[in-house]
C-alpha cells in the first residue's frame, strides 16, 4: 500500500472528526431522552451538529490539528486537540442558542464534550499505533543498543522508533550505570544493565549498532565505554556534544562515528580568554605556514579574538586559497592578508615585515617528516634552521612584540635531521631573545590527530582499500593530542611568555602504534587480522620506539595552566651559536656525512650512523 499524501491524509482525518461530530452529539441526544427523542429537540440536535460540525471543524483547524504528524503525536498534542473541541464546543453551543432560541441541555453538552474529546483523541492514538506496528513488521535488519538512558537517549530512542527513515533499526534497550534505573523502562524499552553488561547484551541479541548518548559524561569516562564497545564488533556512534543538546540541535542524523580523539579521553581545555585576548586581540598577527594543519588551526582560532589584520604566510598557493576562503566566509569584517613567501628567502621575508609590520608571529613553518629530512637533511637545515632564523631575525629588526614557535617532541634527544634541527631552531630563539627586545618562546609538543601526513588519515586509507594497515613495529608509541586542543595550548602559552623560554605541553599518555591501528579498524567495523590485516614494515631512518618531551638538561615547573609546563632555558653562547651557523652554511651543500658530523658537534645529543 503506497503511502497517503499529506492532503488525503487531512482529508481523512478531517472526515472522521465530522463523523464523530454527529456520533458524538447523537448518542448524548437518545441517553438524555431514553433513545425517545420530542421531535423539539430532533430540530436542535440537527442545529446543534450543524454549528459544531462547522465550528468545531473551524476550531480543530486554527489549532493546525490537521497539520500535525500524529504518528509523533505527544502530551503537548493532545492538550492543543483539547484546547480546539472544549473552544469549538463553547461557540457550538452559543451558536445553536441564538438559532434555535432554546439551550442545549447542559448534560447533552459535557457528553458530548466527554465524547468527542475521547473519540478524536483514541482515533489519533490508534493512527499512531497501527504506524509503529506496521514498522514493527517490517523486517529488522539492525538491532540497536543505546548508551545512556537519561534525557539525550531518550529522544535518539523517540527519533529512532517514530522516524521513517529509520525503520530498519530496532533498539532493544538501554545501557546505564544507575541504579536508580536498572529495570526501569524508557518509552516502553528496558534498561538491560551497566557498560559491563554491553559485551554480553550485544552477543544476546545480537546487536548491530552501539550509540552513546551520553553528552554530559567526562570524556574518561566516555573513552572507557568507547573501550569496551570496541571489542564487540558492533558499530559504535556517539552523539556530538553536549552543545548540540543544550541548542536543541540534536537528531539521529547529527549522530557521528566514533574517532580516535574520542579513545584519548581527554577533558577540552580550559583556556584563559582574557590573557590571550591581552596580546592577540588588535594587534597585526602573522603566522608562518599558514596553509598547514597547525597553522591554518592557528588562524581560524587566532581570528575569534580580533586581531587588527592577521596575515596568512605560506609557500603553497593552494593550502593558503583555501584557509583564506574558509576565513572569508566565517569572519567576513577581519582583515586578512594573504602572503605567498618561502621563509629562506630573506629578502622577501624583509619586505613582508616592513611593509605590514606584525606585533605577534606565531612560526608554524618547517618541514616536518622524519624519513623524508632524513634523505634530505640540506632542505631540512635550510627550511627548519634558516629559515626559522630569518623569521626570528626579521622579529628582531622590526620590534615583533612576541615570538612563538612550534617545535617538537622530536627536538629531545634527537635521533633524526628533522628532530636535530627543530632544537638547532629551539636554540637559535632562545639565544636571539637574550640580546632582544622581542619576547621569543618556543611551545613543544607531540603528535596530533589527522594532520597532514600523519599515521591516522594512512591508516584510514589502508582500511579504507581493505588492508593491510603498515606499522612499523610493535612496540612503537608516541604521544598524541587533537590539533585545535594543541593550538589552543600554543595560544595559551604565547600568554605566559617572558622570553626564552621552551614550553612544554601536557600530552597525555602515550599511545602503542599498533593499538591505534587496531581501535581504528575496529571501529570501522571490522576485526583486527580477521577482515583486515596489520603488517610490520620495520623502524624508518631516523625513527626512535619513543618520544620524550624534556631533554635530561631541563627541569620543568608548572605555568598557572594545568596543562603547559615550562622546560628550564639551556644556557647557550650566541657567539658559539653563530660561529656554528657558519660552519652549517659552508657544508649546506655537501656530502650528507659531513652536514650531519655538524648537527653532531651542535645538538650534543643528536647522533648518527656514518
Not at 535518539?156 to 541504579?179: C, H, Q, V, W
Not at 598557572?560 to 659552508?586: M, T, V
Request: contains cysteine; aromatic residues 8%; hydrophobic residues 45%.
Amino acid at each position: 500500500m503506497g503511502k497517503l499524501s499529506n492532503r488525503n491524509r487531512m482529508l481523512i482525518i478531517l472526515v472522521i472528526d465530522i463523523c464523530i461530530i454527529w456520533v458524538a452529539i447523537s448518542i448524548s441526544y437518545l441517553f438524555r431522552f431514553n433513545s425517545q427523542i420530542p421531535p423539539f429537540y430532533e430540530s436542535q440536535m440537527l442545529v446543534f451538529a450543524l454549528t459544531t460540525t462547522v465550528i468545531c471543524g473551524s476550531s480543530l483547524a486554527f489549532f493546525r490539528m490537521y497539520k500535525r504528524m500524529w504518528q509523533y503525536a505527544s502530551i503537548g498534542e493532545i492538550i492543543e486537540l483539547a484546547k480546539a473541541i472544549i473552544l469549538g464546543l463553547v461557540l457550538s453551543y452559543a451558536t445553536t442558542y441564538i438559532l434555535s432560541g432554546e439551550r442545549v441541555p447542559l448534560s447533552i453538552t459535557s457528553r458530548t464534550l466527554e465524547l468527542m474529546l475521547l473519540l478524536m483523541g483514541g482515533s489519533r492514538f490508534l493512527w499512531r499505533l497501527i504506524r509503529v506496528n506496521r514498522t514493527k513488521k517490517k523486517e529488522l535488519a539492525n538491532h540497536v543498543l543505546v548508551v545512556g538512558a537519561g534525557d539525550c537517549g531518550a529522544l535518539i530512542a523517540k527519533e529512532i522508533m517514530t522516524s521513517n527513515s529509520f525503520t530498519g533499526n530496532r533498539i532493544i534497550g538501554f545501557i546505564d550505570d544507575d541504579l536508580h534505573k536498572r529495570n526501569m523502562q524508557v518509552y516502553g524499552l528496558p534498561v538491560l544493565g551497566n557498560r559491563l553488561q554491553i559485551e554480553r547484551l550485544v552477543q544476546q541479541y545480537q546487536v548491530h549498532d552501539i550509540i552513546i548518548a551520553m553528552p554530559s559524561a567526562k570524556r574518561a569516562n566516555i573513552s572507557d565505554i568507547i573501550n569496551i564497545c570496541k571489542l564487540t564488533g558492533a558499530k559504535v556512534k556517539i552523539i556530538p556534544s553536549i552543545n548540540d543538546f543544550i541548542k536543541g540541535r540534536l537528531a539521529v542524523k547529527t549522530l557521528r562515528n566514533v574517532e580516535v580523539e574520542d579513545l584519548l579521553g581527554r577533558e577540552p581545555v580550559m583556556t584563559d580568554l582574557e590573557g590571550i585576548a591581552n596580546y592577540v586581540s588588535e594587534k597585526v598577527v602573522l603566522v608562518t605556514g599558514a596553509g598547514g594543519s597547525i597553522g591554518s588551526e592557528l588562524c581560524r582560532q587566532i581570528a575569534t579574538f580580533n586581531p587588527s589584520a592577521l596575515l596568512l604566510l605560506g609557500h603553497g598557493e593552494n593550502s593558503i586559497y583555501t584557509i583564506e576562503m574558509e576565513l572569508r566566509t566565517k569572519f567576513p569584517t577581519l582583515q586578512l592578508e594573504t602572503i605567498i613567501a618561502d621563509i629562506q628567502d630573506r629578502s622577501r621575508l624583509d619586505e613582508v615585515f616592513r611593509r605590514f609590520k606584525p606585533q605577534v608571529v606565531f612560526h608554524a613553518a618547517a618541514h616536518k617528516h622524519v624519513p623524508l629530512m632524513e634523505r634530505n637533511p640540506t632542505e631540512a637545515l635550510k627550511n627548519n634552521v634558516f629559515g626559522t632564523k630569518n623569521v626570528a631575525d626579521c622579529a628582531d629588526k622590526y620590534k615583533v612584540e612576541r615570538f612563538v614557535m612550534i617545535s617538537s617532541d622530536k627536538a629531545v634527544n634527537p635521533s633524526s635531521i628533522m628532530g636535530a634541527t627543530k632544537r638547532i631552531a629551539e636554540m637559535y630563539i632562545q639565544s636571539i631573545n637574550t640580546v632582544s627586545e622581542t619576547q621569543y618562546v618556543a611551545v613543544r609538543f607531540g603528535n596530533v590527530l589527522g594532520s597532514r601526513g600523519s599515521v591516522i588519515p594512512r591508516f584510514k586509507e589502508q582500511i579504507a582499500a581493505g588492508g593491510p594497515v603498515t606499522v612499523t613495529h610493535p612496540d612503537m608509541v608516541r604521544y598524541f593530542m587533537t590539533i585545535p586542543e594543541a593550538v589552543q595550548l600554543v595560544i595559551q602559552a604565547g600568554s605566559f611568555a617572558k622570553g626564552g623560554e621552551i614550553f612544554v605541553l601536557d600530552m597525555g599518555k602515550p599511545v602503542k602504534i599498533l593499538d591505534l591501528a587496531q581501535d581504528l579498524i575496529r571501529l570501522s567495523g571490522y576485526e583486527p587480522y580477521a577482515d583486515i590485516d596489520i603488517n610490520f614494515s620495520g623502524m624508518r631512518e631516523g625513527e626512535k620506539l619513543f618520544e620524550e618531551l624534556l631533554t635530561t638538561e631541563e627541569a620543568v615547573s608548572s605555568t598557572q595552566h594545568e596543562r603547559i609546563y615550562i622546560g628550564k632555558p639551556s644556557q647557550i653562547n650566541r657567539a658559539e651559536l653563530e660561529l656554528q651557523f657558519k660552519r652549517i652554511e659552508k657544508v649546506i651543500s655537501e656530502d650528507q656525512a659531513s652536514i650531519k658530523d655538524v648537527i653532531e658537534h651542535l645538538v650534543p645529543f643528536y647522533s648518527h650512523v656514518s
